[in-house]
């Protein structure tokens, strides 16, 4: 009796829309995004206003979220914390997807020994913990925006050069490319026009579960104090801040965290309901 | 069994050679002289030439290599730029503090997680299931910074369990063992959800699978048939996650460090990063590399003592 | 001479009426209905059907292994060495499996602890029922290993499962399953999986085994070659309904249920010519599109409209033991 084999099978589609974590998760990310966008309307002030007299006030109906040392809005900063931390999040994640995808898919479609010594670099890339690796380029490029979002992208290049090597060694051996490449086309023609949309759904996926891997690496970097210079408010910069004031003001450092750890839940639940989704094992429950 | 571990120990040597050069490389592509970074613009070029050579950075590249390497192997990690005294006694001085929070961390994960992923596995659909779903959710929502501060705010300022400082004198151990909870919580937690997530699912896989119905079949106990047969195998995902989580606890190791103001090699590198003091700056990333390749090395003994598959063949 | 009753012993397995329900999408269905039949000591019942028709269910509903919270046993008796199994608490069920009754599975390969030594993995049985340990247990294991024929048993003990060959570890179930002398043994198509010279000497060490000591046998199978070969008694299953029950050779002449006709007429024999083979029209339903009464109609060349209502056991063939669950040739099937 094939008694194991129990459960209706659905479709993914199906399946991503009864997911009520993803569903949740998405609508989190969407309301945090919303903010974000509408920093310049919705902020009660201006997240860079001083005001000495306001310094280090406890949350009241004027500053919902308290004021910090210099007196400035923590709501206001936090949400305009939120379009940096954002940003610097997505485009970092889409420079590794754009230069891991590559790799990948160029060292996959080349194959043999280069292909073993891009992987083998690669590894060792990898073995290395990402954060302490943020950590040494950041210090050795410099803390402005670009460099930041170069140094976090380049922590995650190695996972999705693996992500996108894997497919495109079976995807090259497929009669359609041979076709191809029987037909005169040119390797870059054939990477991108065959080989890139066969392995865009992985990546997409993997830049999805990256996205909080690097939202969180920003927040990190910053509170360890390698981050963008002041004033500019990102969320970990204004943990930063309020660590320092923790005992006299720990308002201050509790609304970003909590802000962080939103959009980490959110980023999460939407990962997980993804995973559940496209894995139909781990969807007969 | 002795002919497995002598065989990685070999296979290790490679990775070794490739992180230290990896160390190499990253230390050397810092853009412009580090010279000039260090003694800035006013210095003089008799200063700057000084400088470099004290640094080995006036010999061909691949002389600074093989210097670097036959150091490195000698165990020397050169001088504190800043500090002026040698890296291996800076780094010797604190790694006690960070080898045993990395440790209590690892033991505390794998000591909450096993047990949560095992029963939640057991209880499919169940309150537990809901608890150990929640619980890796929150740990792996949290940066390790966030929720320091929050256990900081929670159990050491509104109630005053614990010192706010993570660390007391070895010589003092009540002190020392409570000023250790907070820190090394603060990594399990995080731990617990990848080890929690990882046991159920592999719990899931092994207790549909043949051998379990066998041992039922013998009358062995429900009891043993889950803890001894169905967790015996999925052991084996668990240790490739905790192997692949090193990385990740480095990392928070350095956060909950500065967090709760322990001494450690997190402060350290961050005090290095700060005086931009190059060489401290690579001995430490030297330090890494071997914690890295020892880590390696040890997941690999792990998976030969948890898969007679891998350890006979 | 008049007064004297023949003492009759009692069975070492006796099912009665067992009705096995399994839940799918929700709703109960009954996968094993009103299943009976008793297999005496020494003897081996075959027990035949296709994959799916309920006889591995009826297996796991002996030996107490339904999968949780989907499989149960709706009503009906199972009695081993005399005792009720049916309802019985899952504590007392394990000090009987492994002890009393103990089954052996088709796939050697995958029904083994990759991970744990299959000395160890023997020795659980003794360890759980005679308290053995160390020293003792271990010695047993190497008689055990031995006695299913286990060659350089001292030196293998301590192997794992993957160092062995699937006959191997076929010999290495056996031996965990008769360890501690079960009164009944359940044979799951156990040489199914195995090469057939392999097979043989399996079925000749479970044979040798029970000679030895006086085991009850079902063994499950779809292999008539194999039921020939070793059983006494046929037990024929289709959807859940033992359609026909027969001593071997009567069954083999003189099939008289429909499906077993047909089921004889579909495998290959030596006395046949490989053209004369039939295979059975059609599939076997599941268990959402069961047909009411006789669950073989849907497929069965001599339907009737009396079909839709559920044949009784009747006698069948030429022995009185021979009976079989169908309308054919009674004079209710004119109805």
Same mark, same amino acid.
């Given at each position: 009796?094939?008694?194991?084999?129990?459960?209706?099978?659905?479709?993914?589609? %199906?399946?991503?829309?009864?997911?009520?974590?993803?569903?949740?998760?998405?609508?989190?990310?969407?309301?945090?995004?919303?903010?974000?966008?509408?920093?310049?309307?919705?902020?009660?002030?201006?997240?860079?206003?001083?005001?000495?007299?306001?310094?280090?006030?406890?949350?009241?109906?004027?500053?919902?979220? %308290?004021?910090?040392?210099? %007196?400035?809005?923590?709501?206001?900063?936090?949400?305009?914390?939120?379009?940096?931390?954002?940003?610097?999040?997505?485009?970092?994640?889409?420079?590794?997807?754009?230069?891991?995808?590559?790799?990948? &898919?160029?060292?996959?479609?080349?194959?043999?020994?280069?292909?073993?010594?891009?992987?083998?670099?690669?590894?060792?890339?990898?073995?290395?913990?990402?954060?302490?690796?943020?950590?040494?380029?950041?210090?050795?490029? %410099?803390?402005?925006?670009?460099?930041?979002?170069?140094?976090?992208?380049?922590?995650?290049?190695?996972?999705?050069?693996?992500?996108?090597?894997?497919?495109?060694?079976?995807?090259?051996?497929?009669?359609?490319?041979?076709?191809?490449?029987?037909?005169?086309?040119?390797?870059?023609? &054939?990477?991108?026009?065959?080989?890139?949309?066969?392995?865009?759904?992985?990546?997409?996926?993997?830049?999805?579960?990256?996205?909080?891997?690097?939202?969180?690496?920003?927040?990190?970097?910053?509170?360890?104090?390698?981050?963008?210079?002041?004033?500019?408010?990102?969320?970990?910069?204004? &943990?930063?801040?309020?660590?320092?004031?923790?005992?006299?003001?720990?308002?201050?450092?509790?609304?970003?965290?909590?802000?962080?750890?939103?959009?980490?839940?959110?980023?999460?639940?939407?990962?997980?309901?993804?995973?559940?989704?496209?894995?139909?094992?781990?969807?007969?429950? | 069994?002795?002919?497995?571990?002598?065989?990685?120990?070999?296979?290790?040597?490679?990775?070794?050679?490739?992180?230290?050069?990896?160390?190499?490389?990253?230390?050397?592509?810092?853009?412009?002289?580090?010279?000039?970074?260090?003694?800035?613009?006013?210095?003089?070029?008799?200063?700057?030439?000084?400088?470099?050579?004290?640094?080995?950075?006036?010999?061909?590249?691949?002389?600074?290599?093989?210097?670097?390497?036959?150091?490195?192997?000698?165990?020397?990690?050169?001088?504190?730029?800043?500090?002026?005294?040698?890296?291996?006694?800076?780094?010797?001085?604190?790694?006690?503090?960070?080898? @045993?929070?990395?440790?209590?961390?690892?033991?505390?994960?794998?000591?909450?997680?096993?047990?949560?992923?095992?029963?939640?596995?057991?209880?499919?659909?169940?309150?537990?299931?809901?608890?150990?779903?929640?619980?890796?959710?929150?740990?792996?929502?949290?940066?390790?910074?966030?929720?320091?501060?929050?256990?900081?705010?929670?159990?050491?300022?509104?109630?005053?369990?614990?010192?706010?400082?993570?660390?007391?004198?070895?010589?003092?151990?009540?002190?020392?063992?409570?000023?250790?909870?907070?820190?090394?919580?603060?990594?399990?937690?995080?731990?617990?959800?990848?080890?929690?997530?990882?046991?159920?699912?592999?719990?899931?896989?092994?207790?549909?699978?043949?051998?379990?119905?066998?041992?039922?079949?013998?009358?062995?106990?429900?009891?043993?048939?889950?803890?001894?047969?169905?967790?015996?195998?999925?052991?084996?995902?668990?240790?490739?996650?905790?192997?692949?989580?090193?990385?990740?606890?480095?990392?928070?190791?350095?956060?909950? @460090?500065?967090?709760?103001?322990?001494?450690?090699?997190?402060?350290?590198?961050?005090?290095?990063?700060?005086?931009?003091?190059?060489?401290?700056?690579?001995?430490?990333?030297?330090?890494?590399?071997?914690?890295?390749?020892?880590?390696?090395?040890?997941?690999?003994?792990?998976?030969?003592?948890?898969?007679?598959?891998?350890?006979?063949? | 001479?008049?007064?004297?009753?023949?003492?009759?012993?009692?069975?070492?397995?006796?099912?009665?009426?067992?009705?096995?329900?399994?839940?799918?999408?929700?709703?109960?269905?009954?996968?094993?209905?009103?299943?009976?039949?008793?297999?005496?000591?020494?003897?081996?019942?075959?027990?035949?059907?296709?994959?799916?028709?309920?006889?591995?269910?009826?297996?796991?509903?002996?030996?107490?292994?339904?999968?949780?919270?989907?499989?149960?046993?709706?009503?009906?008796?199972?009695?081993?060495?005399?005792?009720?199994?049916?309802?019985?608490?899952?504590?007392?069920?394990?000090?009987?499996?492994?002890?009393?009754?103990?089954?052996?599975?088709?796939?050697?390969?995958?029904?083994?602890?990759?991970?744990?030594?299959?000395?160890?993995?023997?020795?659980?049985?003794?360890?759980?029922?005679?308290?053995?340990?160390?020293?003792?247990?271990?010695?047993?294991?190497?008689?055990?290993?031995?006695?299913?024929?286990? *060659?350089?048993?001292?030196?293998?003990?301590?192997?794992?499962?993957?160092?062995?060959?699937?006959?191997?570890?076929?010999?290495?179930?056996?031996?965990?399953?008769?360890?501690?002398?079960?009164?009944?043994?359940?044979?799951?198509? =156990?040489?199914?999986?195995?090469?057939?010279?392999?097979?043989?000497?399996?079925?000749?060490?479970?044979?040798?085994?029970?000679?030895?000591?006086?085991?009850?046998?079902?063994?499950?199978?779809?292999?008539?070659?194999?039921?020939?070969?070793?059983?006494?008694?046929?037990?024929?299953?289709?959807?859940?309904?033992?359609?026909?029950?027969?001593?071997?050779?009567?069954?083999?002449?003189?099939?008289?249920?429909?499906?077993?006709?047909?089921?004889?007429?579909?495998?290959?024999?030596?006395?046949?010519?490989?053209?004369?083979?039939? =295979?059975?029209?059609?599939?076997?339903?599941?268990?959402?599109?069961? *047909?009411?009464?006789?669950?073989?109609?849907?497929?069965?060349?001599?339907?009737?409209?009396?079909?839709?209502?559920?044949?009784?056991?009747?006698?069948?063939?030429?022995? *009185?033991?021979?009976?079989?669950?169908?309308?054919?040739?009674?004079?209710?099937?004119?109805?």
């Amino acid at each position: 009796m094939a008694v194991g084999a129990i459960g209706a099978p659905k479709g993914i589609a %199906g399946r991503a829309l009864g997911n009520r974590s993803l569903m949740a998760g998405v609508a989190l990310l969407v309301f945090i995004i919303l903010l974000a966008v509408l920093a310049p309307w919705i902020s009660p002030y201006d997240p860079n206003d001083q005001d000495a007299i306001a310094s280090l006030g406890a949350p009241n109906a004027q500053h919902w979220f %308290g004021t910090d040392f210099f %007196g400035r809005d923590v709501l206001s900063r936090v949400i305009w914390g939120a379009r940096v931390s954002l940003f610097v999040g997505a485009v970092s994640t889409a420079i590794s997807m754009l230069l891991g995808g590559s790799i990948g &898919i160029l060292s996959g479609y080349v194959g043999g020994r280069f292909d073993q010594g891009v992987m083998a670099v690669m590894d060792v890339l990898l073995s290395f913990p990402q954060l302490i690796m943020g950590l040494i380029i950041v210090a050795l490029l %410099g803390a402005n925006l670009t460099d930041l979002i170069l140094a976090i992208a380049i922590t995650a290049v190695p996972p999705f050069a693996r992500v996108a090597r894997g497919p495109t060694l079976s995807l090259k051996e497929r009669d359609f490319v041979e076709a191809g490449r029987a037909l005169g086309f040119s390797n870059l023609r &054939i990477m991108l026009v065959h080989i890139l949309p066969n392995v865009l759904d992985d990546l997409i996926v993997m830049g999805s579960l990256w996205l909080a891997t690097a939202i969180r690496t920003e927040a990190s970097l910053s509170f360890i104090g390698l981050g963008l210079p002041p004033p500019t408010a990102t969320w970990g910069s204004i &943990i930063r801040e309020g660590f320092e004031n923790l005992l006299d003001a720990p308002w201050l450092a509790v609304f970003p965290s909590l802000a962080v750890l939103i959009v980490m839940l959110a980023l999460n639940m939407i990962g997980d309901g993804l995973r559940d989704a496209t894995d139909p094992k781990a969807a007969v429950s | 069994m002795l002919r497995f571990v002598a065989l990685r120990l070999v296979m290790a040597l490679p990775t070794l050679w490739a992180v230290l050069s990896l160390v190499f490389v990253l230390v050397r592509i810092v853009p412009g002289d580090p010279a000039l970074v260090i003694l800035g613009d006013q210095a003089t070029e008799q200063a700057l030439v000084a400088l470099r050579h004290r640094m080995g950075l006036d010999v061909p590249l691949w002389d600074q290599y093989l210097q670097f390497m036959a150091a490195v192997l000698q165990g020397d990690l050169g001088i504190s730029m800043v500090r002026n005294r040698p890296v291996w006694g800076e780094v010797a001085t604190v790694l006690p503090y960070t080898l @045993e929070l990395t440790f209590v961390g690892i033991f505390l994960g794998v000591l909450m997680g096993l047990p949560l992923g095992v029963l939640a596995a057991q209880h499919r659909g169940g309150w537990i299931d809901a608890v150990a779903r929640w619980t890796s959710l929150l740990g792996l929502s949290f940066p390790a910074f966030i929720s320091g501060i929050l256990m900081l705010l929670l159990l050491a300022v509104e109630l005053p369990w614990f010192p706010v400082i993570g660390n007391a004198p070895f010589a003092n151990p009540p002190a020392h063992l409570r000023a250790l909870v907070l820190p090394a919580l603060n990594l399990g937690f995080i731990m617990v959800a990848y080890v929690a997530r990882v046991t159920r699912s592999g719990m899931l896989a092994s207790l549909s699978e043949d051998y379990i119905r066998t041992a039922r079949a013998k009358g062995v106990p429900a009891r043993l048939v889950v803890w001894r047969h169905a967790l015996r195998n999925a052991l084996i995902p668990v240790v490739t996650v905790v192997g692949l989580y090193f990385g990740i606890l480095i990392g928070n190791s350095v956060l909950t @460090e500065i967090v709760f103001n322990r001494p450690g090699l997190g402060k350290l590198i961050v005090g290095a990063l700060n005086d931009r003091d190059y060489t401290m700056l690579q001995g430490l990333m030297v330090i890494y590399a071997l914690v890295v390749v020892g880590a390696n090395l040890a997941t690999d003994l792990a998976y030969g003592a948890v898969d007679p598959r891998i350890r006979v063949r | 001479m008049t007064n004297v009753v023949p003492l009759k012993t009692p069975p070492a397995l006796a099912v009665k009426d067992l009705t096995t329900g399994l839940k799918i999408r929700g709703i109960w269905h009954q996968a094993v209905r009103g299943v009976s039949f008793e297999v005496m000591p020494r003897e081996t019942v075959a027990l035949v059907g296709e994959s799916g028709c309920g006889k591995s269910l009826t297996a796991m509903s002996i030996m107490g292994l339904l999968p949780a919270k989907v499989g149960k046993v709706l009503s009906g008796s199972v009695t081993v060495d005399g005792r009720e199994v049916v309802g019985l608490p899952e504590r007392e069920f394990e000090g009987l499996r492994g002890n009393l009754v103990s089954m052996i599975f088709q796939e050697p390969m995958t029904s083994l602890n990759p991970v744990l030594p299959v000395g160890f993995q023997i020795a659980e049985t003794l360890r759980r029922h005679r308290g053995l340990d160390g020293a003792a247990a271990r010695a047993e294991v190497l008689r055990l290993m031995n006695r299913v024929q286990i *060659p350089a048993s001292a030196r293998r003990i301590d192997d794992y499962p993957h160092q062995f060959s699937g006959g191997m570890r076929q010999r290495v179930m056996i031996a965990m399953a008769v360890a501690c002398r079960p009164k009944v043994l359940l044979a799951d198509e =156990p040489t199914t999986a195995l090469d057939v010279t392999i097979q043989a000497q399996v079925l000749n060490l479970i044979a040798e085994l029970q000679a030895e000591d006086g085991m009850a046998v079902l063994f499950i199978t779809h292999n008539l070659g194999v039921v020939a070969s070793i059983a006494s008694r046929v037990v024929v299953m289709y959807g859940g309904d033992v359609v026909e029950t027969a001593p071997v050779d009567d069954f083999f002449q003189r099939p008289s249920h429909p499906y077993s006709a047909a089921l004889l007429k579909s495998v290959p024999r030596a006395d046949r010519r490989p053209d004369s083979l039939e =295979p059975i029209p059609g599939q076997v339903p599941t268990l959402f599109q069961m *047909p009411d009464g006789c669950r073989f109609q849907s497929r069965c060349a001599h339907v009737m409209e009396v079909c839709t209502r559920r044949p009784p056991l009747l006698p069948g063939g030429g022995r *009185p033991d021979h009976q079989m669950r169908c309308w054919l040739g009674r004079p209710e099937g004119g109805l």
